[in-house]
């Protein structure tokens, strides 16, 4: 049993006592910002320190008076949704000498003197230029009388750290900033919508997404949703585009398509760097090509509604870390940018990262645009790359693509990539229906580029899943690889597609037919794969558990203290539970890989009663299916209900198979197309490598692999090597990183926990990394 964590202990480095910490956003709105404000004062009231909003921005701090309001823990309840609550404007005075001189004189005022600012690298590179004439200021303020020589000294240094709040995701030295997940949803949804009426009417849609200087919405919506075309500022298309996408068109219209989607990104431009605008590229598909075409703008709806789980999950970390990096700055410490790169939380000079921003506009402007994507960063160049990759050509070696284990949004994303991908490099791609179950029976047949149309958007698994191991039908299956000749095969799936694959493996040594490559891709909502930190899916049922919690919430709001019990899905793997609960701000989420008793379970309800003192007047309360076999959902909200009588009531709700369901989130087709790619990309490798004598003969280890996200890249690892790493038993890796967030969700819930590595094991604390301007 796991050592329990001692929740009294506070980690020593962590005291803010006597600091005041003031938070705003600045610039455009973007989801999420809430998140990361309610972050900031939860994380910064639990260390001791002082917090403040600074309502509409600098325009606020510039006014002063009440529009500098200290926030208290309950002035951020209920408040995950979108926009700023605290507000958001651009303030042309905080850019002159005298504006600048009025906000530090009320910073001074309040003893202020650490600022969280969310914003775009404008917003941050006034909070730098802010930071750098601070001592100047408070000269200056001395002078006028305005304060006294003792305030001067009692707030000689100002601490500036940042976060990117941009819906644009045009900010480099991140791989996402706070919004940009959301405003993909939002146009993955108007996509969506749309479709079903191209379908309809076979017609073609040209969508214009926002990003006047970055073509990051586009590109990844254009990935998400199989777009036939997309233009971009960074890369702007060859001269002759016109020709060449309504030839694409009309290929994929005598492919049997119904419908055709191209995003143009607001800033699209070609090689001269004249503006491409949608109405140019609707007026060039209907005299070209005679097709029904409609213009959607999709404006300011991008910047609306409920921000997405990601986007609350990220938030929450970049403020509790802003928080860190506020109490750890001194004098000679550079002002800072918490950053996301891969699923790690890092801090990086915030100025460098303002000049790599601009650098990449001045690549543009230069037309320089191989170097402005290469600035854009890692993510940005694999998204490009990965589009380049789906476009057509003739095939050679044979490739199956089968779904293994239960289904899991993104799924089909990942099987349209890989067959038009594998078409795209050489391969036959053949499709297995129904798993390996199918594959025994011999329900294989080619899948073509037309065939897989459509699909990134749909739920589930077109192709058909099953639990079915190889094992018990080794003979059968190599029947089938040897009648259909296949040199290679791509499993997607769970922890089954996992096994399979083992076992495929481990048969290598009785069966020749299975020495050819292989490789897995995990896709399961549970995330419970060995080799990688994210799963095909999961991002989509986190979705589903936090709109469903939201929905909860929402419907007790005219009931007075009211607690939801929710069950979760997951097997024995907390992660949906853990991280579901810390976008929809839970106040205990119940797992298998941290053990509870009685005491813990009686604790809960003790810290529930006093929140329900404070104000508060609804609690949320989660358990993974199997967290532990006697303390069941049923007990829990009984133990609840009775421990809470007299000052709040209960309401339990098992999630079920709606967590498995609906459409892929837009990262989940993105991840699913991208992961797709780079394993055909691998099989063709092995192909050739393993290709000697006329046959495909591969017995290696390196040549049955999984591919997974671990930290901040993609990496192959083989599977015969994850066995020890993994406990079969519970079908959980022995470590799991998201682990590491369980602290985050009690101190945001008002618990008293550690934060140390030292004492849970679970922490990694942040790490510190210089941007790259070559990936």
């Given at each position: 049993?796991?050592?329990?964590?001692?929740?009294?202990k506070?980690?020593?480095?962590?005291?803010?006592a006597g600091?005041?910490?003031g938070?705003?956003?600045?610039?455009?709105?973007?989801?999420?910002?809430?998140?990361?404000?309610?972050a900031?004062?939860?994380?910064?009231?639990?260390?001791?320190?002082?917090?403040y909003?600074?309502?509409?921005g600098?325009?606020?701090?510039?006014?002063?008076?009440?529009?500098i309001?200290?926030?208290?823990?309950?002035?951020?309840?209920?408040?995950?949704?979108?926009?700023?609550?605290?507000?958001?404007?651009?303030c042309?005075?905080?850019r002159?000498h005298?504006?600048?001189l009025?906000?530090?004189?009320?910073?001074?005022?309040?003893?202020?003197?650490?600022?969280?600012?969310?914003g775009g690298d404008?917003?941050?590179?006034g909070?730098?230029?802010?930071?750098e004439?601070w001592?100047g200021?408070?000269?200056?303020?001395?002078?006028?009388?305005?304060?006294?020589?003792?305030?001067?000294?009692?707030?000689?240094?100002?601490?500036?750290?940042?976060?990117?709040?941009?819906i644009?995701?045009?900010f480099?030295g991140t791989?996402?900033?706070?919004?940009?997940?959301?405003?993909?949803?939002r146009i993955?949804?108007v996509?969506?919508a749309?479709?079903t009426?191209?379908?309809?009417?076979?017609?073609?849609?040209?969508l214009?997404?926002?990003g006047?200087?970055c073509?990051?919405?586009?590109?990844v919506?254009?990935?998400?949703?199989?777009?036939?075309w997309?233009?971009?500022?960074?890369?702007?298309?060859?001269?002759g585009?016109?020709?060449?996408?309504?030839?694409k068109?009309s290929?994929?219209?005598?492919?049997?398509?119904?419908l055709?989607?191209?995003?143009?990104?607001?800033?699209?431009?070609?090689?001269?760097?004249?503006?491409?605008?949608?109405?140019?590229?609707?007026?060039?598909?209907?005299?070209?090509?005679?097709?029904?075409?409609?213009?959607t703008?999709?404006?300011?709806v991008?910047?609306g509604?409920?921000?997405?789980?990601?986007?609350?999950?990220?938030?929450?970390?970049?403020?509790?870390?802003?928080?860190?990096?506020?109490?750890?700055a001194?004098?000679?410490t550079?002002?800072?940018v918490?950053?996301?790169?891969?699923?790690?939380?890092v801090?990086?000079p915030?100025?460098?990262?303002?000049?790599?921003?601009?650098?990449?506009?001045?690549?543009?402007?230069?037309k320089?645009?191989?170097?402005?994507?290469?600035?854009?960063?890692?993510?940005?160049?694999?998204?490009?790359?990965t589009?380049?990759l789906?476009?057509?050509?003739?095939?050679?070696?044979?490739?199956?693509?089968?779904n293994?284990g239960?289904?899991?949004?993104?799924?089909n994303?990942?099987?349209?990539?890989?067959?038009?991908?594998?078409?795209?490099?050489g391969?036959?791609?053949?499709?297995?229906?129904?798993?390996?179950?199918g594959?025994?029976?011999?329900q294989?047949?080619?899948?073509?580029?037309?065939?897989?149309g459509?699909?990134?958007?749909?739920?589930?698994?077109?192709?058909g899943?099953?639990?079915?191991?190889?094992?018990?039908?080794?003979?059968?299956?190599?029947?089938?690889?040897?009648?259909h000749?296949?040199?290679?095969l791509?499993?997607?799936?769970?922890?089954?597609?996992?096994?399979?694959?083992?076992?495929?493996?481990?048969a290598?040594?009785?069966?020749?037919?299975?020495?050819?490559?292989?490789?897995?891709?995990?896709?399961?909502?549970?995330?419970?794969?060995p080799?990688?930190d994210?799963?095909?899916?999961?991002?989509?049922s986190l979705?589903?558990?936090?709109?469903?919690?939201?929905?909860?919430?929402?419907s007790?709001?005219?009931?007075?203290?009211?607690?939801?019990?929710?069950?979760?899905?997951?097997?024995?793997?907390g992660?949906?539970?853990?991280?579901?609960?810390?976008?929809?701000?839970?106040?205990?989420?119940y797992?298998?890989e941290?053990?509870f008793?009685?005491r813990?379970?009686?604790?809960n309800?003790?810290?529930?009663?006093?929140?329900?003192?404070?104000?508060?007047?609804?609690?949320?309360?989660?358990?993974?299916?199997?967290?532990?076999?006697?303390?069941?959902?049923?007990?829990?909200?009984?133990?609840?209900?009775?421990?809470?009588k007299?000052?709040?009531?209960?309401?339990?709700?098992?999630?079920g198979?709606?967590q498995?369901?609906?459409?892929?989130?837009?990262?989940?087709?993105?991840f699913?197309?991208?992961?797709?790619?780079?394993?055909?990309?691998?099989?063709?490798r092995?192909?050739?490598?393993?290709?000697?004598?006329?046959?495909?003969?591969a017995?290696?280890?390196?040549?049955a692999?999984?591919?997974?996200?671990?930290?901040?890249?993609?990496?192959?690892?083989?599977?015969?090597q994850?066995?020890d790493?993994?406990?079969?038993?519970?079908?959980?890796?022995k470590?799991q990183?998201?682990?590491?967030?369980r602290?985050?969700?009690?101190?945001?819930a008002?618990?008293?926990?550690?934060?140390?590595?030292?004492?849970?094991g679970?922490?990694?604390?942040?790490?510190?990394?210089?941007?790259?301007?070559?990936?």
């Amino acid at each position: 049993m796991a050592k329990r964590q001692d929740t009294k202990k506070f980690f020593e480095n962590l005291s803010g006592a006597g600091k005041s910490i003031g938070v705003l956003t600045s610039g455009g709105d973007a989801q999420g910002m809430n998140a990361a404000v309610r972050a900031v004062v939860r994380m910064g009231i639990y260390v001791g320190a002082k917090v403040y909003f600074v309502h509409e921005g600098y325009q606020g701090m510039v006014d002063g008076g009440d529009n500098i309001e200290e926030a208290s823990w309950e002035s951020v309840s209920s408040m995950l949704q979108g926009g700023t609550v605290i507000g958001s404007a651009r303030c042309k005075e905080f850019r002159s000498h005298e504006g600048r001189l009025k906000a530090a004189h009320h910073l001074v005022q309040r003893d202020i003197t650490n600022l969280c600012v969310i914003g775009g690298d404008g917003s941050l590179t006034g909070a730098n230029l802010f930071r750098e004439e601070w001592s100047g200021l408070l000269e200056e303020l001395v002078q006028q009388g305005l304060i006294d020589e003792k305030a001067a000294q009692n707030n000689s240094e100002l601490h500036i750290v940042g976060m990117v709040g941009s819906i644009d995701n045009d900010f480099c030295g991140t791989d996402m900033t706070i919004g940009t997940d959301s405003a993909l949803h939002r146009i993955i949804e108007v996509v969506d919508a749309i479709m079903t009426t191209a379908q309809s009417h076979q017609r073609t849609f040209v969508l214009e997404v926002m990003g006047r200087h970055c073509g990051y919405l586009a590109l990844v919506s254009a990935l998400a949703c199989g777009a036939d075309w997309v233009l971009i500022p960074e890369m702007p298309p060859e001269d002759g585009w016109e020709e060449q996408m309504c030839q694409k068109l009309s290929e994929s219209r005598s492919r049997g398509s119904r419908l055709n989607i191209i995003i143009v990104a607001e800033g699209a431009i070609d090689r001269q760097g004249k503006a491409i605008t949608v109405n140019n590229v609707k007026d060039l598909v209907v005299s070209c090509l005679g097709f029904d075409t409609r213009v959607t703008i999709l404006g300011h709806v991008q910047r609306g509604g409920t921000p997405s789980a990601f986007d609350r999950i990220l938030a929450s970390r970049m403020g509790v870390e802003a928080v860190l990096a506020l109490l750890e700055a001194s004098a000679s410490t550079p002002a800072c940018v918490v950053s996301l790169c891969g699923n790690q939380a890092v801090r990086l000079p915030l100025m460098e990262c303002v000049q790599m921003t601009q650098d990449v506009q001045k690549a543009m402007d230069e037309k320089n645009f191989e170097e402005a994507v290469r600035l854009r960063g890692r993510s940005f160049e694999n998204n490009l790359n990965t589009y380049k990759l789906l476009s057509y050509r003739k095939s050679s070696f044979n490739v199956a693509v089968l779904n293994v284990g239960a289904p899991a949004a993104g799924m089909n994303a990942a099987v349209r990539s890989a067959v038009r991908v594998g078409i795209t490099e050489g391969h036959k791609m053949f499709a297995v229906n129904d798993g390996f179950e199918g594959f025994y029976k011999g329900q294989i047949k080619e899948i073509k580029w037309g065939d897989v149309g459509g699909w990134t958007g749909q739920g589930g698994s077109i192709l058909g899943t099953k639990r079915t191991l190889p094992a018990k039908h080794l003979d059968k299956i190599a029947e089938q690889i040897r009648i259909h000749n296949i040199n290679a095969l791509l499993v997607i799936g769970g922890f089954e597609a996992f096994e399979c694959l083992l076992q495929l493996y481990e048969a290598r040594t009785s069966h020749e037919d299975f020495c050819i490559p292989m490789c897995v891709l995990p896709a399961t909502i549970s995330n419970n794969v060995p080799g990688t930190d994210l799963s095909i899916g999961a991002d989509t049922s986190l979705n589903a558990i936090v709109e469903t919690c939201d929905r909860i919430k929402q419907s007790a709001s005219g009931t007075k203290r009211r607690v939801f019990i929710i069950e979760t899905m997951g097997g024995y793997c907390g992660y949906l539970a853990s991280v579901g609960g810390l976008a929809a701000g839970a106040d205990a989420v119940y797992i298998y890989e941290e053990p509870f008793d009685i005491r813990d379970l009686q604790s809960n309800v003790e810290h529930l009663t006093e929140k329900m003192k404070t104000g508060i007047q609804r609690g949320l309360v989660l358990r993974n299916e199997n967290s532990n076999e006697n303390f069941t959902t049923d007990f829990i909200y009984q133990l609840y209900s009775e421990e809470g009588k007299g000052v709040f009531d209960c309401r339990k709700n098992v999630l079920g198979h709606m967590q498995q369901g609906g459409a892929p989130s837009p990262f989940d087709r993105n991840f699913g197309t991208k992961i797709a790619a780079k394993a055909i990309q691998w099989i063709s490798r092995k192909l050739k490598e393993s290709y000697k004598e006329g046959r495909v003969f591969a017995n290696t280890e390196d040549t049955a692999c999984l591919l997974g996200m671990r930290r901040r890249a993609m990496v192959f690892q083989p599977v015969v090597q994850l066995k020890d790493q993994t406990d079969f038993v519970h079908r959980i890796p022995k470590e799991q990183w998201w682990l590491k967030l369980r602290p985050l969700m009690k101190i945001l819930a008002k618990y008293k926990t550690s934060y140390d590595v030292s004492d849970s094991g679970q922490l990694e604390h942040v790490t510190r990394v210089r941007p790259k301007k070559v990936d």
